[in-house]
């Protein structure tokens, strides 16, 4: 069964107190991993899209990279405008209808 | 450009009663879904949409049904509204290569009473 768990479920920084969070997945063959950022009340915000192991995105202070079984969000130096939920999703090379599984999510607290 | 819009915002609903959850994109997106959002369960798919006209059951179909009779427009039904039914719904819309992943709506909060 296609499977994505996240952790940690919750993670407080410091301001400037990098850190990574993990997701780890199960599928059939991988079409893409997603990453969406969520804040409190709003809908997901898609951040990045990883094909193939090795591969690595950038946007500011998050940096994406992806394994075989895992991809991670390494967060630089975080500001408190960080903060949010932080969702993983895959995509199986299977489906042809763009269904995601998603995480459960980490959520991210960084204090000033 | 108003992206991916979802109306109401918040509803309350009694148990039995009946409504319709409105989507509208405007990115001229082929495919929509809606998935429900709850706690410690993540999001979940309940129908999505390939195309004008066609709809197809995700994961938690049970309990609701959707039309998309126009291109931008994608709805989702609760006949007769339980508990159980009580969640955050979220509409997407994606282009058929998915390269930019979904767009979300800013959700729909439903409680069922």
């Known amino acids: 069964e296609d499977q994505v768990t996240q952790s940690p479920e919750a993670l407080r920084l410091q301001e400037g107190e990098s850190s990574s969070l993990n997701c780890s997945y199960t599928v059939s063959g991988l079409r893409g991993l997603f990453w969406y950022r969520q804040d409190p009340g709003k809908g997901p915000e898609f951040l990045f899209t990883l094909y193939s192991a090795g591969e690595e995105k950038e946007k500011e202070r998050l940096k994406a990279t992806l394994t075989k079984k895992e991809s991670f969000l390494h967060i630089t130096a975080p500001k408190p405008e960080d903060s949010a939920t932080y969702l993983c999703a895959v995509q199986a090379s299977s489906s042809n209808t763009g269904k995601l599984i998603f995480g459960q999510g980490t959520t991210l607290q960084v204090k000033p | 450009n108003a992206g991916v819009t979802q109306t109401p915002k918040f509803r309350v609903l009694k148990t039995g009663q009946s409504m319709t959850l409105l989507c509208a994109q405007d990115m001229n997106h082929e495919y929509m879904y809606w998935y ?43 006949e007769s509204a339980a508990p159980s039914q009580t969640s955050v719904y979220f509409c997407a819309s994606s282009r058929p290569d998915w390269v930019q992943g979904y767009t979300f709506g800013s959700g729909t909060r439903l409680t069922v009473v």
């Open chain 2, 36 to 78: 429900r959002q709850d706690p410690g369960m993540g999001l979940r798919l309940i129908h999505y949409s390939v195309g004008e006209g066609t709809t197809a059951k995700g994961e938690v179909p049970d309990g609701y049904n959707v039309s998309r009779l126009k291109k931008q427009n994608f709805l989702l039904g609760l």
